[in-house]
């Protein structure tokens, strides 16, 4: 019975572990794209980035996960701008 127990305890810290190496690769991205030349295909991509932050910011909440944890609690509208 802990076996089973551990084994999910150990898939939840994996799942908790890659939105934390997730998120920063993203962010990263976005950076990255935003020193870019600003045309069509770069806007493309910078706002490709930003729904994909602001989907899983909104899902982040909807699920009860601690945003300043997964470094989302600031308005993901700010990465794309600022």
């Known amino acids: 019975m802990h076996s089973k127990k551990s084994k999910e305890l150990?898939?939840?810290e994996t799942?908790?572990?890659f939105l934390l190496d997730l998120?920063?690769?993203i962010k990263e991205n976005l950076s990255e794209v935003k020193k870019e030349n600003k045309d069509?295909?770069?806007n493309g991509r910078l706002y490709a980035y930003f729904d994909v932050l602001s989907l899983i910011q909104l899902q982040a909440k909807n699920f009860?996960?601690?945003l300043k944890e997964l470094n989302l609690e600031?308005?993901?509208t700010?990465?794309?701008f600022y």
Request: aromatic share 10%; proline share 5%.
């Open 40 to 42: 069509d295909y770069n």
């Open 78 to 80: 700010n990465e794309l």
């Open 10 to 12: 150990r898939k939840l």
């Open 15 to 17: 799942y908790r572990n």
């Open 23 to 25: 998120i920063p690769l």
């Open 74 to 76: 600031k308005d993901v």
């Open 64 to 66: 009860g996960l601690d």
